[in-house]
């Protein structure tokens, strides 16, 4: 596969990080002259039914957190198809993941996870009130910021109430933080 260079108007800048559903690049957006993280999902090899399932989660993580304007949670900007690869366009988030603080400190103080807590809580509560189940919370998906702010990222398993994706059965979210 060719290095991506684009997707949509966002030009790709450099790779941030891979996981098993895609790709998140630091990119650009020429039109609004701001940095941007764009998460693309792999879908080489999924039969034509198994993009459309792909892309439909990836559409539903946009809309999940695009009606959730908290300042804990992520901002979607764009959802968008180009050339066969699904992309988001979002906040560009200075920081490290809550994964990554825990895996270099092993215990944090009270007074470092209190307010860690308390904004992850702001963020699921705002998410509830708009009948939105995030279903994948884990320290890989909280964003901690140089300025302290938290942010909960990774709606792509959401569930909205009044929608009910799940199909019965369908399991769906990291085993270990269930």
Do not use: W
Request: charged share 20%.
């Amino acid at each position: 596969m060719a290095a991506l260079t684009k997707a949509g108007r966002y030009q790709i800048v450099s790779e941030l990080g891979r996981g098993s559903m895609g790709i998140v690049y630091r990119g650009f957006d020429p039109i609004i002259n701001r940095t941007v993280a764009i998460k693309t999902m792999l879908t080489e090899g999924l039969t034509p039914q198994e993009f459309q399932e792909y892309k439909a989660r990836f559409q539903r993580e946009a809309q999940a957190a695009g009606i959730l304007a908290h300042p804990n949670i992520i901002t979607i900007y764009d959802f968008g198809e180009d050339a066969g690869i699904l992309y988001l366009a979002m906040e560009f988030l200075e920081g490290k993941s809550l994964e990554k603080v825990v895996q270099e400190q092993t215990i944090l103080p009270i007074e470092t996870i209190l307010p860690i807590y308390d904004q992850v809580c702001g963020a699921l509560d705002q998410a509830h009130v708009h009948k939105i189940v995030h279903r994948d919370i884990k320290p890989a998906n909280i964003m901690l910021l140089q300025n302290g702010t938290v942010k909960v990222t990774d709606f792509g398993i959401a569930k909205m109430m009044s929608t009910g994706m799940t199909q019965a059965g369908m399991i769906l979210g990291t085993p270990n933080y269930m």
